[in-house]
């Protein structure tokens, strides 16, 4: 299995929760707000799945109808 990131996206924040594989999480859950800094927090919790992983994480978001926008924009 490839290392996979998966969000929960909600109006203002999301939390996500990192997996390197199969039952093996990467660190611990995490939050961000859907700011430019917290985007930046996003982008470097998947830089690090990925150098760790040598793979590029498959993101994975529930259906949210439009907050996902920011996330996925970024």
């Known amino acids: 299995m490839n290392p996979v990131v998966g969000l929960d996206i909600s109006k203002e924040e999301t939390h996500g929760q990192a997996f390197l ?3 093996k999480p990467f660190r611990g859950t995490f939050h961000f707000e859907h700011t430019r800094e917290g985007l930046t927090n996003l982008h470097h ?3 690090d799945v990925e150098s760790v992983s040598k793979q590029r994480p498959l993101l994975i978001l529930e259906a949210t109808g439009h907050y996902q926008n920011p996330v996925v924009q970024s």
């Open 21 to 23: 594989k199969r039952g």
């Open 45 to 47: 919790v998947l830089n």
